[in-house]
């Protein structure tokens, strides 16, 4: 147990301080666990603010906003190629016609 009163107050603020950066990584946590293509820039807002107030370290802040993007870019792609299939399917579903009918050529002299 801290003796001097500055010691026992450095030891409440570490306490609050640890409550404090535990809530933030849980919200840090949730929000790259379950960040989508729609929701990658709050994201990646959130993990900055977090490499800045000290709760994690730059680096890691950069490999998660790497992580986060290349999954809302894949997300985005496999959403763009089930779209094109959906497109193209129902382009092909009605039945073909037959084709136009050639216009006779005239030979030039």
Avoid: D, F, H
Wanted: proline fraction near 4%.
């Amino acid at each position: 147990m801290p003796r001097t009163a500055s010691a026992k107050k450095a030891l409440r603020v570490a306490i609050t301080n640890a409550e404090r950066n535990k809530i933030q990584r849980t919200v840090l946590k949730r929000t790259v666990k379950n960040a989508t293509a729609e929701t990658a820039s709050a994201a990646v807002s959130v993990i900055n603010k977090a490499a800045k107030r000290g709760i994690l370290s730059k680096a890691r802040a950069a490999r998660l906003t790497s992580q986060v993007m290349k999954r809302a870019a894949t997300a985005q792609l496999a959403k763009r190629s089930t779209a094109g299939a959906v497109k193209s399917a129902k382009k092909a579903a009605p039945a073909k016609k037959a084709p136009a009918a050639k216009k006779p050529t005239t030979k030039k002299k």
